[in-house]
């Protein structure tokens, strides 16, 4: 009976001491409900860790009072916090938000200022105002030279900067391949384009005049008056073009392809006139093949004439005379001023003529077959006279409309220039048929 009694007393003992356990833990946790929002403590802390003084528990209440605050709070929804936003109840105020309006005084970028604020103190506002930190720059300023836009029309330095042109040869006087608007000349450019040939430095307006088959001082005569091949017609293959009009003229197998047969009576090729009177000399190059030859007083068989400088006292002509090659060029005043050489020359032969003429000091030169051989100076007029009533003609003179000393035989490779040539470029077209 004792026995039963001690282990009913035990039992209860027990029962006492679980429920006592339960009631503390539930003391515990009542003592925790305020920090649950923090997520319950792991299993196995005490009723200490719901100490107020605790750290880490203080951290939590910190980092939930952030999360409370104004920072992530955007109250208009334009995408900006309180923090930042100027105005978080207008949703059109936040940082970088576009001010158009000069007349209205919100500030809508939160930057500070307005549209009316104008900080070079210009007159303009800073919203029209293109460059708001120069003074020399706003609307309907004076547009100047400085690479800058000063009107604020969107473009820069128009229609006061200059127009520069590349000299590519170096000769001061530019092209027109390349040019550049600038405030000042950049190297390498000029601001003239009046070269006509901007790869040649001996090629510029006022240069001195070669006879290099170029138009050396740019006033737009060529040294070549006229090149006629003669191969099926007298078609001009020169720059300007001076085609012939044929009148009894066949056309025959020559030195160089074909050439023109003249039948010693009615043929003549006519040429425009008022282009082919060289003033600064004179050169005619061209190939020749008698077919027969006059003597005596009228033994004149004219090639090339311009005017008629065989019997009256103007122009030029190249003619065979007596079978001797004859260079007249007369001043107006005097008729018969020739070069003749004494070549006594005869028929079916191939012979290439060139005669010159430099009107700078007076010397007249024949060559054939790239030979001199007959030359004067100091005879030839400082100043060539022509009659523009007379045509210049191959294969006859034309004299007051009645055409003489016709030419019986074949000419080819008819050339003129407006210089004279020198013995180098006599050789030059006599071996590759061109001077240059």
């Not at 007159?123 to 930190?133: F, K, L």
């Not at 100047?144 to 520069?164: K, M, R, S, W, Y």
């Not at 000029?190 to 040939?197: L, M, P």
Request: overall charge negative; hydrophobic content about 35%.
């Amino acid at each position: 009976m004792l026995k039963g009694l001690v282990r009913l007393r035990a039992q209860i003992y027990v029962v006492a001491g679980m429920v006592t356990a339960i009631f503390l833990l539930l003391v515990d946790l009542v003592a925790c409900m305020p920090e649950l929002k923090y997520g319950s403590p792991p299993c196995g802390y005490d009723s200490a860790d719901c100490d107020s003084a605790d750290t880490e528990v203080d951290s939590v209440r910190e980092s939930d009072s952030a999360l409370d605050s104004d920072e992530l709070i955007d109250a208009d929804g334009d995408g900006f916090g309180a923090s930042e936003d100027c105005d978080d109840d207008n949703a059109q105020v936040y940082p970088g938000a576009p001010e158009t309006d000069c007349t209205d005084p919100v500030d809508y970028n939160c930057d500070g200022s307005t549209g009316y604020a104008d900080a070079d103190a210009d007159g303009v506002p800073a919203c029209q105002d293109c460059d708001d930190n120069n003074s020399e720059i706003y609307p309907e300023a004076t547009e100047v030279c400085d690479e800058q836009d000063n009107d604020c029309d969107g473009a820069v330095d128009e229609g006061v900067a200059t127009t520069f042109y590349s000299d590519i040869d170096g000769d001061g006087h530019g092209g027109s391949q390349f040019e550049v608007e600038a405030c000042t000349q950049p190297i390498g450019f000029v601001a003239s384009a009046d070269d006509c040939d901007d790869d040649n430095a001996q090629v510029y307006p006022g240069a001195p005049e070669l006879c290099d088959g170029q138009d050396n001082d740019c006033d737009g005569a060529e040294d070549t008056l006229g090149v006629w091949p003669l191969t099926a017609s007298s078609v001009d293959t020169g720059p300007l073009g001076l085609n012939g009009t044929d009148t009894s003229v066949a056309y025959v197998a020559a030195h160089v392809g074909n050439g023109a047969f003249f039948n010693g009576s009615s043929s003549r090729v006519e040429l425009p006139y008022t282009e082919l009177q060289p003033t600064g000399g004179l050169t005619i190059s061209l190939w020749m093949w008698p077919e027969m030859l006059h003597t005596g007083s009228s033994g004149w068989d004219c090639l090339v004439t311009s005017g008629s400088a065989v019997d009256s006292s103007n122009g030029y002509a190249v003619c065979l005379h007596n079978k001797n090659l004859s260079f007249c060029t007369d001043d107006g005043t005097s008729a018969g001023n020739c070069l003749e050489d004494g070549g006594g020359y005869s028929s079916g032969d191939w012979h290439h003529v060139v005669v010159t003429w430099d009107v700078s000091s007076g010397t007249r030169t024949i060559y054939v077959d790239n030979v001199i051989t007959a030359t004067d100076t100091g005879v030839a007029p400082a100043t060539p006279v022509y009659d523009a009533s007379i045509a210049t003609t191959m294969g006859v003179d034309i004299n007051a409309g009645n055409q003489a000393a016709a030419f019986n035989g074949t000419l080819d490779e008819v050339k003129l220039l407006s210089c004279p040539v020198s013995a180098a470029q006599v050789s030059s077209d006599y071996t590759s048929n061109w001077f240059f």
